[in-house]
């Protein structure tokens, strides 16, 4: 890969990463819910677990939904599902200063095995794949893979730390509930383009 390249993947790879989507709509109103601290493993799981999943979709795996077309049904209903509880959720989240009512931000295995239903993961990693690595050849894959994992963690941190900066603001259980509505509604409008392709 030349330096243009790097550096058109590079800025593909911090666009992506960056804009609102399930992750970074999820990590946003984990920080306001939780605080950064508490939100770490959610973000730890993000980014390696979309690094993993290049990875996988770069060797190959992709080729399962050629070779099984439903497998594409399956996972838009399992993405449709979970989302949707992710939503309720978040949309239900009581206020942290209730320690016997306050749920958990998403641990790092969640986080990881959530980028499998999350369809932004998938547009961005079969994007990237095909377009920064068309050989699929490993080398070109694992530094798609790098590329996106080293952009990845300050992308999710700010959105975490912008949610812990929104949550001075959220001191009031109505505002607080608002704002995890808001924050629901949102996780469910990026639904839209999946659905609607």
Do not use: C
């Amino acid at each position: 890969m030349n330096p243009g390249q790097l550096l058109a993947l590079i800025a593909f790879a911090l666009v992506t990463s960056i804009t609102p989507g399930p992750n970074n709509l999820m990590l946003m109103a984990s920080g306001a819910n939780f605080g950064f601290r508490r939100t770490i493993p959610h973000m730890l799981g993000v980014s390696i677990g979309f690094t993993v999943m290049i990875v996988l979709v770069g060797i190959g795996l992709v080729g399962v939904f050629d070779a099984y077309p439903a497998s594409y049904r399956i996972l838009l209903v399992a993405s449709v599902s979970y989302l949707l509880y992710l939503a309720w959720k978040i949309a239900t989240a009581a206020s942290p200063e209730t320690p016997e009512l306050a749920g958990s931000p998403l641990t790092f295995l969640q986080a990881a095995l959530f980028q499998w239903v999350n369809p932004k993961a998938w547009a961005m990693a079969l994007t990237a794949t095909s377009v920064y690595a068309p050989t699929q050849n490993f080398g070109s894959i694992a530094l798609v893979a790098g590329v996106f994992g080293l952009v990845s963690l300050p992308s999710v941190s700010s959105w975490t730390a912008l949610g812990q900066q929104i949550r001075r603001w959220l001191t009031g259980g109505v505002r607080l509930r608002a704002f995890n509505i808001a924050m629901a509604v949102l996780l469910l409008a990026s639904l839209v383009p999946m659905l609607r392709d």
